[in-house]
């Protein structure tokens, strides 16, 4: 810029673009900017992670005797997740950072959503009316499927990279589709947007039902009579300039609620009891941890893990013998071959566990070094969270130490009783089972084989009961009964 008495053109501005080999064309930038004072841009950094010591290094030189119109600009997308975060705490100390976050609510998705126009876009097309309204709608879509995301399953069965250039290309189809054709080609744009644009993201059926039918819903003829409701109290408005639109956002939306979205307000459950109990966590790590006050004195923190890994040492069972096991089976049928996979997998879990407690035991004595995964691990004792390390090899839970450990040792019991003799049990524990989806195999093949039937041609059916599995002597003729599931959102009526 001026004020800087700065002229740009294409020999003082260095812009690379970060990927495979592009590391020796970012340091001969580095090297010539701060000879002659240029501006270098290295865009997305966290993609040559094992290069950014170097870069660190390199940065560390030039910041002294170097021209003093040097400027270094770098970005890099969030991490998904604390462990992959990859950029050298040096380069993030000596930077001046420039977040940008997403939007949260419906309000603030629509208002960015329609950022990435202006009035010119709006005065494109020669059809202002039906190019205008059906933008509006886009945006609005856009809006709903970027923020549905954060009701978890209830909003998309998997997490999906919507982005801005999802709808800016949807605009771009919607404005040459409307030029070339007299007629409104309703069922095309819908099919353009909800199956390839957006739809090329989803890679599940019943997320790409609803995004189609969230379509069906906001892109029809009678958003052009102005008779159709984007939300329940928000009616899809007619031709305004691009300050209108804003304007009436701010104006007609109502308060934020899961009705936005076409939810029932108990969505929402979920979503704010996860963002209270992140809250409460983030609180709890603040905490001072030199020592906790106790009736009798001072107990360290140290003292509280000690105590905490030695009665999990104490109450942990051994492995399964693998060997021992395969001998006492007499045939491999597909419920020995279940039992002996989820065998296999909770010693790997259990392996693991040991093996960590252990280590942390003999740092905590000081007779081994202790290491960022032994701190990572004790400040995990020490708040009653699941350590990472062993979430990585166990079934997925949301449930506190305490109670993720008692779960464990109910599921090593079970194992143990159905290992015993190899004989189906009762009822199953379907919610025990590292791979439920294993066992559910199992009940079908045991039943194309007894009957010669083709297994790809079968369906599994579930009949309720009302008997407990008290109740239960002996495994029925047929299929099995399993016990352990839990209803979201609904329940039995008993009666």
Request: aromatic share 10%; hydrophobic share 40%.
């Amino acid at each position: 810029g001026r004020k800087l008495g700065y002229t740009f053109n294409n020999r003082n501005l260095h812009n690379v673009s970060l990927g495979q080999g592009q590391e020796v064309v970012a340091e001969q930038a580095l090297e010539l900017a701060a000879k002659e004072g240029h501006w270098v841009i290295l865009q997305n950094i966290h993609l040559v992670a094992k290069w950014l010591s170097s870069l660190e290094k390199q940065l560390e030189q030039q910041s002294e005797g170097s021209h003093p119109q040097l400027r270094i600009f770098l970005s890099a997308e969030p991490a998904p997740c604390p462990g992959s975060h990859c950029i050298p705490p040096g380069i993030l100390q000596s930077s001046i950072k420039v977040t940008s976050e997403a939007p949260t609510g419906m309000q603030a998705n629509l208002h960015q959503a329609l950022h990435n126009f202006s009035q010119d876009t709006l005065e494109l097309c020669s059809r202002e009316k039906e190019f205008r309204s059906i933008l509006f709608a886009l945006c609005y879509f856009h809006a709903v499927v970027a923020e549905r995301r954060k009701f978890g399953p209830q909003g998309w069965n998997r997490s999906y990279p919507f982005s801005t250039g999802d709808l800016t290309i949807s605009v771009s189809v919607l404005y040459n589709y409307l030029e070339a054709s007299p007629k409104i080609p309703y069922e095309d744009l819908r099919y353009l947007v909800g199956e390839i644009l957006y739809g090329g993201h989803i890679t599940d059926s019943w997320d790409r039902r609803l995004c189609r039918t969230y379509l069906e819903e906001f892109i029809k003829p009678e958003m052009l009579e102005g008779e159709l409701l984007l939300a329940p109290g928000f009616p899809i408005p007619g031709s305004m300039d691009y300050n209108g639109y804003h304007q009436y956002i701010d104006e007609a939306l109502p308060p934020e609620s899961p009705y936005l979205y076409g939810l029932h307000p108990n969505a929402e459950i979920g979503f704010l009891t996860q963002a209270s109990e992140r809250l409460f966590r983030e609180v709890l790590e603040l905490q001072p941890w030199d020592s906790s006050l106790r009736e009798g004195g001072v107990v360290t923190r140290e003292e509280t893990v000690r105590a905490l890994l030695e009665n999990m040492l104490e109450k942990l069972m051994d492995e399964f013998n693998m060997a021992e096991l395969m001998a006492k089976v007499e045939e491999r049928t597909p419920y020995v071959v279940v039992a002996l996979q989820e065998c296999e997998r909770m010693n790997i879990l259990t392996r693991e566990i040991r093996s960590s407690l252990q280590e942390l035991d003999l740092g905590l004595k000081g007779e081994l070094t202790m290491t960022s995964d032994m701190e990572s691990l004790q400040n995990a004792l020490f708040l009653d969270m699941v350590p990472e390390s062993w979430l990585r090899k166990a079934y997925p839970s949301t449930a506190s130490l305490g109670t993720w450990f008692a779960d464990l040792l109910t599921r090593i019991k079970e194992l143990e009783a159905w290992t015993g003799d190899f004989a189906l049990p009762s009822a199953v524990w379907l919610a025990g089972l590292f791979n439920p989806q294993a066992f559910l195999t199992a009940i079908m093949q045991v039943a194309a084989r007894r009957s010669q039937w083709p297994l790809d041609r079968m369906n599994l059916q579930c009949d309720v009961t009302r008997r407990s599995r008290e109740d239960m002597a002996s495994p029925p003729r047929e299929g099995a009964c399993v016990h352990g599931l839990c209803m979201e959102g609904a329940r039995w009526d008993a009666q």
